[in-house]
Antibody
């Protein structure tokens, strides 16, 4: 069964860049059947889709975050990554990575999530 | 963006009794390919979201058959036929028909 695991700093200073990596096991980011996505959830609030990447490097980002987001993929490490620049306290959230089964547009497997706090 | 509105926001339920959650979208979720990309997710306390239902009514692998989804167009429903203690959590509907994907605000299911 596929598993996803987020990793990265839990604390980021305002105006700096948040960087997270998602490591995939039990499956390959090079599979043409899936997109690889990031979603976030501010404490006590709902879910917000950030963006996703295809193994080819093709990306789609939420327009609300597009100017600050970069998602990349490293097929050799079976990982994909998120960078969010110029962060503020509003970017404090649990960040999840997830697999998207492209044909059914289904977010079928999720990582456990990692809390990132933006604070000086 | 398509706005997903769930009702109720909180649903106290007696164990063994049914529960129902509604989700309404601000636009039709029927894609030009004829499919409707409406999913339901469950988030237990302290856990990540888990896929329950996709394309309105298809149960994901390992999901108990007490969970069912229905609806069409802009109105959708998740039903739990007999609530069990492990069903406590927040339930989200989600659309992926139109870019960007969006989620409902969540419905909290708790035991009375």
């Amino acid at each position: 069964q596929v598993q996803l695991q987020e990793s990265g700093p839990g604390l980021v200073k305002p105006s700096e860049t948040l960087s997270l990596t998602c490591t995939v096991s039990g499956g390959s980011v090079s599979s043409g059947s899936y997109y690889w996505s990031w979603i976030r959830q501010p404490p006590g609030k709902g879910l917000e889709w950030i963006g996703y990447i295809y193994y080819s490097g093709s990306t789609n980002y939420n327009p609300s975050l597009k100017s600050r987001v970069t998602i990349s993929v490293d097929t050799s490490k079976n990982q994909f990554s998120l960078k969010l620049s110029s962060v503020t306290a509003a970017d404090t959230a649990v960040y999840y990575c997830a697999r998207v089964f492209a044909v059914a547009a289904v977010f079928d497997y999720w990582g456990q999530g990692t809390l990132v706090t933006v604070s000086s | 963006d398509i706005v997903m509105t769930q009702t109720p926001l909180s649903s106290p339920v007696t164990l063994g009794q049914p529960a129902s959650i509604s989700c309404r979208s601000s636009q039709s979720l029927v894609h030009s390919d004829g499919n409707t990309y409406l999913s339901w997710l469950q988030q237990r306390p302290g856990q990540p979201p888990r896929l329950l239902i996709y394309k309105i009514s298809n149960r994901f692998s390992g999901v108990p058959d007490r969970f069912s989804g229905s609806g069409a167009g802009t109105d959708f429903t998740l039903k739990i036929s007999r609530v069990e203690a492990e069903d406590v959590g927040v339930y989200y509907c989600m659309q992926a028909t139109q870019f960007p994907p969006t989620f409902g605000q969540g419905t909290k299911v708790e035991i009375k």
